[in-house]
């Protein structure tokens, strides 16, 4: 007997623009085993407006009311990072798997919070780390743990997003703002380091430098500027449990350059590459070898490009989780884990030294 569609939710549903619209929606369509059921945001006109764009059965002016509605199996909250806390934790008390993008909380303890609460819950749930949790990426780590190359050596990414540059939109403003978690260290920053420690494993330590070279952002259309209290520049040096050696630097303001990611090992080299203006984490990633390989397993989501591809991808295998009882896509530990890191990077940054992670 054919299962019927999980039936999936979107807190913070915009019909003209936004990441609902862009990635999650797209993917959900590719999957015959998603289907999209309902749509919230900051209204109820929005919502309804979203919903007919959307094609959802219903629309919710307030997405703590959405997530209680029975009919709903999976709550995706693409709200802008402050506001996931209250959204997350309402989703988890009323028994729902949860996919949350990343950023999950504004800082640790936010994100240590709402993990706990998800093993309390005993749901399944997603952080959108979509570029770790990539076919391209996760093949790329399988040839590393293989011994492709044999023992890696050293590291070097380069990871450019045109965020956080001279100029932006007026809706992007609360990005240049530290205190709401949502900056190029945690953003583009959080996105890459979690793709590094899939692949060459987790940090023992760092230095860094945090830097700000554009102190006011200006808001496109206008003369008003917005001071930038989160840096627009991230190098980190790290060293790796297994002996590997890192470089890597964030880079806001620029799209023109493709991600750069490529490890060197005691056989050959293994290279992960995309573009995408946003962050590599939108692009079709690809994966090389300077050794023969094998080739990158079938999408998920055949067909996509850009923003959906990888985003389909974890749909998909959050789908095969709920239904298998496995475990496999990023979770809230893998969350808790990244926003400690991020901690460690800003402390090595602040006072100017090594430090060693621990835990």
């Known amino acids: ?162 965020g956080w540059g001279a100029e932006s939109p007026p809706f992007y403003a609360y990005l240049q703002d530290k205190r709401n978690g949502a900056t190029l260290s945690t953003i583009a920053g959080g996105h890459t380091l979690s793709v590094i420690e899939a692949v060459v494993g987790a940090y023992s330590d760092v230095s860094a430098l945090n830097s700000i070279l554009v102190e006011r952002m200006r808001l496109t259309g206008s003369d008003k500027t917005v001071a930038r209290t989160s840096p627009d520049h991230v190098v980190v040096i790290g060293r790796h449990e297994g002996g590997c050696v890192s470089s890597l630097e964030v880079v806001g303001g620029i799209s023109d350059p493709a991600f750069l990611f490529e490890v060197r090992g005691e056989k050959g080299s293994i290279a992960i590459e995309g573009h995408f203006a946003g962050g590599f984490q939108g692009s079709n990633l690809t994966v090389s070898a300077t050794v023969p390989i094998p080739a990158l397993p079938d999408a998920a989501a055949s067909g996509l490009d850009g923003p959906p591809h990888n985003v389909a991808q974890l749909y998909g295998r959050l789908e095969a989780d709920i239904r298998g009882g496995t475990r496999t896509v990023p979770d809230f530990d893998r969350a808790v884990r990244l926003a400690k890191l991020l901690d460690v990077i800003d402390l090595a940054s602040e006072e100017g030294r090594r430090v060693t992670i621990s835990g």
Not at 61 to 81: C, F, N
Not at 119 to 132: N, S, T
Not at 143 to 150: E, H, K, N, S
């Open 1 to 162: 007997m054919t299962e019927q569609p999980l039936k999936v939710a979107f807190a913070g549903a915009n019909a003209r623009r936004g990441w609902a619209k862009d990635a999650h929606l797209p993917a959900i369509g590719a999957l015959q085993g998603l289907t999209l059921h309902a749509v919230s945001a900051r209204d109820q006109d929005l919502a309804d407006e979203a919903a007919g764009a959307f094609g959802a059965a219903k629309a919710y002016g307030d997405s703590l009311e959405m997530v209680r509605d029975p009919e709903i199996d999976i709550v995706a909250i693409t709200v802008k990072v402050p506001e996931h806390r209250a959204i997350v934790l309402a989703a988890l008390a009323a028994g729902k798997h949860v996919y949350c993008e990343w950023p999950l909380g504004r800082d640790f303890a936010e994100t240590e919070e709402m993990a706990a609460a998800a093993k309390a819950a005993g749901v399944h749930v997603a952080i959108g780390l979509q570029g770790e949790n990539s076919d391209a990426v996760r093949h790329a780590a399988q040839l590393v743990r293989d011994g492709a190359i044999g023992r890696p050596l050293s590291l070097r990414v380069i990871s450019p997003t045109a």
